[in-house]
């Protein structure tokens, strides 16, 4: 697919092995920040075990989207030729897609009927993804035959999303109508999952390692401050909340437990996977590496940073608030399992990416997460500034210790990425004296 990114192709042009992630690329993980929002913001507001589910069936769709477009990006420059259309306009549609999640699974009176626009922007953004990748086959006859059948998943599972839209208000009520509901947008999601595995292994070729792994660094980054804003932005806490010593401890604690999440995956462990990437030669064998360690390990952590954000949403804005207790009341079991469930679901995928990728099970952040569920009875029963305090001193022992058994590998991985930053500065420093 790549030549080295030194020919246009009818309007295209490929990518490149040392490629990085380009600005339009980061313009449309800008919508991302919007979608995670309004997870959060969504979920909260129906807290309730259908409603998380709802929302993590959401998430995953809303995932698929973005590796979509981060897949796209490494196959051809996003920033060059006609390509930029096709980012604007799949920026607009994610953009509505996120618009949309509140009335994603039922319909609310007024205005344009909510789940088959969701329906007809997730159809939108896979058509241009696919679209592209079909122009970029269309000179080889068997990639082109391949991609066809690529590009029916897309038309099935929106099949079922509208499905889901139109017939379970006919079929049932209550319970039953939301659980017909949530099996077709399961099946949607096992549809372009599973399919896009079985019939993309001969398709896709991970061209440039280093931009792969950057993209998915990046939405790491995204999540996380989304974890960030939902601690700070609870109802009426900027505008009509006092700051009290409540507040204060909270907010070191949130910090905390997010900044251990950060150091968690990006101190050793990014950087390890990503050498691991490039050492990995073959096209086979480079795909599925790819694919296990970030397209599908990296789903769960974000899920579980999503979840940890929705845990801390509302909870400074409680403790500020002077008509609940002094730390708060008790988290209780529902919360519990979102704010701490979601912490140990991050650091069981980043046990499970280190494993895949660099063949070693790091075993801190498994002790963690099961740490946590030992303790979430406790965590449940507690005030919740004291659970947020249990989960962070959790989560800073498990750092700690990763890093200090790291050992050996963290001076390693970090000394090739130090070599390759200084060796790479001095090619464009080079470069640039030649040309510039």
């Not at 979509?68 to 549609?93: M, S």
């Not at 007809?120 to 059948?149: E, N, S, T």
């Not at 990503?274 to 030669?281: D, G, I, Y």
């Amino acid at each position: 697919m790549g030549d080295g990114g030194g020919r246009r192709t009818r309007g295209w042009r490929p990518g490149a092995p040392g490629s990085r992630t380009s600005r339009l690329e980061l313009y449309y993980d800008l919508v991302f920040v919007f979608a995670f929002l309004t997870v959060t913001s969504v979920t909260s507001a129906r807290a309730t075990v259908p409603g998380l589910v709802s929302a993590l069936l959401v998430l995953s769709l809303l995932w698929w989207c973005w590796t979509g477009f981060t897949g796209l990006g490494n196959a051809v420059r996003t920033d060059r030729g006609v390509l930029p259309a096709v980012g604007f306009l799949t920026l607009a549609a994610t953009f509505l897609l996120a618009l949309v999640m509140p009335k994603a699974f039922v319909d609310r009176p007024g205005g344009l009927d909510g789940p088959l626009v969701f329906a007809g922007c997730y159809f939108l953004i896979r058509a241009l993804q696919l679209g592209v990748f079909g122009w970029v086959a269309w000179g080889d006859p068997v990639r082109f035959r391949r991609w066809v059948l690529l590009a029916a998943l897309p038309v099935i599972a929106t099949g079922f999303l509208v499905v889901a839209a139109l017939v379970p208000h006919r079929l049932a009520e209550g319970d039953t109508q939301r659980f017909i509901r949530l099996a077709l947008w399961l099946a949607a999601l096992l549809t372009e999952y599973v399919g896009g595995v079985t019939l993309g292994r001969r398709q896709w070729v991970v061209l440039s390692a280093g931009h792969w792994a950057e993209r998915h660094a990046l939405i790491v980054l995204v999540a996380l401050g989304e974890s960030i804003i939902a601690l700070g932005f609870g109802p009426r806490f900027a505008t009509e909340l006092s700051l009290t010593w409540s507040v204060v401890v909270g907010a070191v604690l949130g910090i905390a437990v997010a900044s251990a999440l950060w150091w968690a995956y990006f101190d050793t462990l990014a950087l390890a996977v990503e050498q691991a990437l490039h050492r990995t030669r073959e096209p086979v064998a480079r795909a599925r590496l790819a694919r296990d360690a970030y397209t599908y390990l990296h789903l769960p952590m974000i899920t579980g940073i999503i979840m940890f954000a929705l845990g801390l949403k509302d909870l400074l804005a409680e403790g500020a608030d002077p008509q609940t207790p002094t730390w708060g009341p008790p988290l209780g079991a529902y919360w519990v399992s979102v704010l701490w469930g979601g912490v140990a679901l991050y650091l069981l995928a980043l046990a499970a990416c280190g494993l895949r990728a660099l063949r070693a099970l790091r075993w801190p952040p498994v002790v963690g997460a099961l740490l946590l569920v030992v303790l979430a009875p406790v965590g449940a029963r507690v005030p919740e500034l004291v659970s947020l305090a249990m989960l962070a001193l959790v989560c800073v022992a498990t750092v700690v210790t990763q890093t200090v058994t790291d050992g050996e590998l963290r001076r390693q991985v970090r000394r090739v990425a130090e070599e390759e930053e200084h060796a790479a500065e001095i090619e464009h420093t080079r470069w640039r004296g030649r040309h510039l």
